[in-house]
């Protein structure tokens, strides 16, 4: 996620506005110095009420965006969050999941059919975004198993927290599973 990103299939980046425009997003042509409204601040609304945005990111394709609207930190890089899912087209905003708070690595599949997300049970779990349909994907989460994710040592070290990658067709997930039950406490 992060401040800008390149729209798919042009030389033009998408940014979000500063100051009193913090709320819209524009595009800007590079090789023109054009810059025109993207996203207006309306669309980021949901159920009535303005859902702010810490980060973003698109799909592939760019016909979506992943808005983590709160966070939490957990230890220097890894953080839960609440998060949401943009149709850009239809300008529609949804919840990712019906209890869409404390998730975490959370990624949209490449095919766009998809989100996937670890949980506070330390499970990995798979959203139809169509369906509104959750799945869970691993059984195995507890206080020291994580499925998806690395514990504090491997994100302080290593700086790695996120273990999880889905494959190019959207048919898979690879993950982590690490078992801290020998980690002294």
């Given at each position: 996620m992060g401040n800008y990103k390149w729209d798919v299939g042009s030389e033009k980046i998408i940014l979000r506005g500063?100051?009193?425009?913090?709320?819209?997003?524009?595009?800007?042509?590079?090789?023109l110095g054009d810059?025109?409204?993207?996203l207006d601040s309306s669309v980021f609304n949901h159920e009535g009420a303005y859902v702010p945005v810490?980060?973003?990111?698109?799909?592939?394709d760019g016909s979506m965006m992943l808005i983590q609207?709160?966070?939490?930190?957990i230890w220097r890089h890894s953080n839960t969050?609440?998060?949401?899912?943009l149709d850009i087209a239809q300008r529609s905003l949804a919840k990712v999941?019906?209890?869409?708070d404390l998730l975490r690595n959370v990624k949209i599949s490449p095919d766009n059919r998809w989100l996937s997300y670890i949980r506070e049970d330390n499970n990995l779990y798979a959203?139809?975004?169509?369906?509104?349909?959750?799945?869970?994907?691993?059984?195995?989460?507890?206080?020291?198993?994580?499925?998806?994710?690395?514990?504090?040592?491997?994100?302080?070290?290593?700086?790695?927290?996120d273990g999880y990658r889905w494959s190019p067709n959207s048919k898979y997930i690879a993950y982590v599973e690490e078992d801290q039950s020998e980690v002294g406490r």
């Open positions: 500063r100051g009193v425009n913090r709320k819209s997003f524009y595009l800007v042509d590079l090789a810059t025109t409204i993207y810490l980060k973003w990111n698109l799909s592939k609207s709160e966070r939490d930190r969050g609440t998060y949401y899912i999941s019906d209890k869409n959203y139809n975004i169509k369906r509104k349909r959750e799945k869970k994907l691993t059984r195995t989460g507890s206080e020291t198993i994580l499925n998806g994710h690395y514990g504090w040592v491997y994100e302080e070290e290593l700086s790695g927290f």
